[in-house]
């Protein structure tokens, strides 16, 4: 059974460019969510995706944008960058049913 | 206010000692509690959920009381391998289980 894997592990990107990070979600799972790790806190939630659709939001802004493939892998773009947007970038992946959600190592974006 | 708030920490105690984390929320309607484990620039880890009766995993016991909106963490005969930041989190089907971060809480456990 594979776990959830993301891509790149490392990325530097210039303030206004545009990111896209990618997520295969652990066999067996259809459920998709991306969050955001600022330095010293806490995950924080960006969206999550079922079945190809986005049925859940936290409060970021419509610049963070996502899309969930028929095989449940999963995609978060950026656009225009800003410096804050610096963070680490996890990717987890469920059943759907509350329980059970898989990270995978996370995306570390450095936008300069 | 945030939605899940733990602990400042950090926590800094001696092998062997026994160590407890708290944490409260504010949303009523949350169904599901966790504690992850977060090592230093690793992604978080499931290490235990929460029961309303109360669960222990070895070392660990964790309490929630629901009418208080109190979750707790009890980590005894602290290893040095328990080093690491310890997440409280919570979800709720109304938010379609997605999961609510505290801050974390930084523990050093020290030889």
């Known amino acids: 059974e594979t776990g959830v894997t993301q891509s790149p592990t490392h990325l530097i990107k210039t303030r206004g460019q545009q990111v896209t990070l990618r997520c295969s979600s652990q066999?067996?799972?259809?459920?998709v969510s991306w969050y955001q790790q600022a330095l010293g806190q806490g995950p924080q939630f960006i969206f999550q995706?079922?079945?190809?659709?986005?049925?859940g939001r936290g409060n970021f802004p419509p610049r963070f944008s996502g899309l969930q493939f028929p095989n449940y892998s999963s995609e978060l773009n950026v656009n225009a960058l800003e410096l804050d947007d610096s963070a680490l970038y996890l990717c987890?992946?469920?059943?759907?049913?509350?329980?059970?959600?898989?990270f995978g190592s996370g995306t570390r974006l450095t936008v300069v | 206010r945030k939605e899940v708030e733990q602990d400042p920490g950090p926590f800094n105690v001696p092998e062997g000692a026994t160590v407890a984390f708290n944490c409260t929320y504010s949303?009523?309607?949350?169904?599901?509690f966790f504690w992850y484990r977060q090592d230093c620039r690793k992604e978080p880890k499931l290490l235990m959920s929460?029961?309303?009766s109360g669960n222990e995993d070895g070392r660990f016991t964790a309490q929630l009381n629901r009418a208080s909106q109190y979750i707790s963490l009890l980590i005894r005969d602290s290893k040095l391998s328990d080093s690491a930041t310890y997440l409280c989190?919570?979800?709720?089907?109304?938010?379609?289980?997605?999961?609510?971060f505290g801050k974390g809480t930084s523990l050093l456990v020290t030889p």
């Open positions: 066999s067996g799972h259809n459920t």
């Open positions: 929460v029961y309303s």
């Open positions: 949303n009523s309607a949350s169904q599901s």
């Open positions: 987890a992946s469920s059943s759907g049913s509350g329980e059970g959600y898989t």
């Open positions: 995706y079922y079945r190809e659709e986005e049925n």
């Open positions: 989190v919570v979800n709720s089907r109304n938010s379609g289980y997605a999961l609510n």
